[in-house]
């Protein structure tokens, strides 16, 4: 189906007057008019002018690409090296942080040996203690049930004392009416 040189300027995305110089140069028998005087593109000056305008087209984004491969490709190796920088920079950021991590484990794990064997020396301290309490607490018990045995012994002395002490007054203190007066001997 024909087509005016308006439609296939619009589906070639060029301008009107680019397909208007392509259909002029046309040959005549190319070339067509509707009842109204109006230029139509038959399929076949439709074919002629699509190669004609998408050469140059094809031609130019070639060139347009190349150029553009180039400056993105220039921006590309640019990038990469900034990251390449930024990735070694987090590297040896990283490797410090290690490092740092590293020589704080190390010193907490110091400071715990430290802690246990501080703790070790403790409870041997309590147990040496313990057992010198428990020896003097056996010495004090023993001691004092020596006390509590010669305390006996001398509570037992001094009845016995007293019982011989009673003996001798209810001995010698009868009077003549048979009346006993208790009276303690001075010795």
């Known amino acids: 189906m024909p087509k005016t040189i308006r439609e296939l300027a619009d589906e070639l995305k060029v301008s009107k007057q680019t397909i208007q110089y392509h259909y002029q140069r046309l040959p005549t028998k190319n070339r067509q008019k509707d009842s109204q005087g109006t230029n ?9 002018i699509r190669d004609k305008v998408a ?6 984004t070639q060139q347009t690409g190349s150029k553009k491969v ?5 921006e590309n190796n ?3 090296a900034t990251l390449r920088r930024e990735i070694e920079d ?12 590293d020589r704080q484990i190390d010193h907490l794990t110091k400071l715990v040996d430290q802690q246990q064997q501080l703790q070790l020396a403790t409870v041997a301290d309590n147990r040496r203690l313990k057992d010198h309490v428990q020896k003097l607490s056996g010495q004090l018990t023993q001691k004092t049930n020596d006390n509590l ?15 011989i002490a009673k003996q001798k ?3 010698s203190g009868s009077n003549k009416d048979g009346i006993h007066t208790n009276r303690a001997i001075k010795r």
């Open 78 to 80: 640019e990038l990469i």
């Open 70 to 74: 180039t400056k993105t490709s220039k």
């Open 40 to 48: 139509m593109i038959s399929l076949t000056a439709e074919r002629i």
């Open 149 to 163: 045995s010669t305390g006996n012994d001398l509570f037992n002395i001094q009845d016995k004392k007293s019982k």
């Open 55 to 60: 050469k140059p087209l094809v031609a130019n």
């Open 169 to 171: 007054i209810v001995k």
């Open 90 to 101: 987090l590297k040896s950021q990283r490797d410090k942080q290690l490092a740092t991590k």
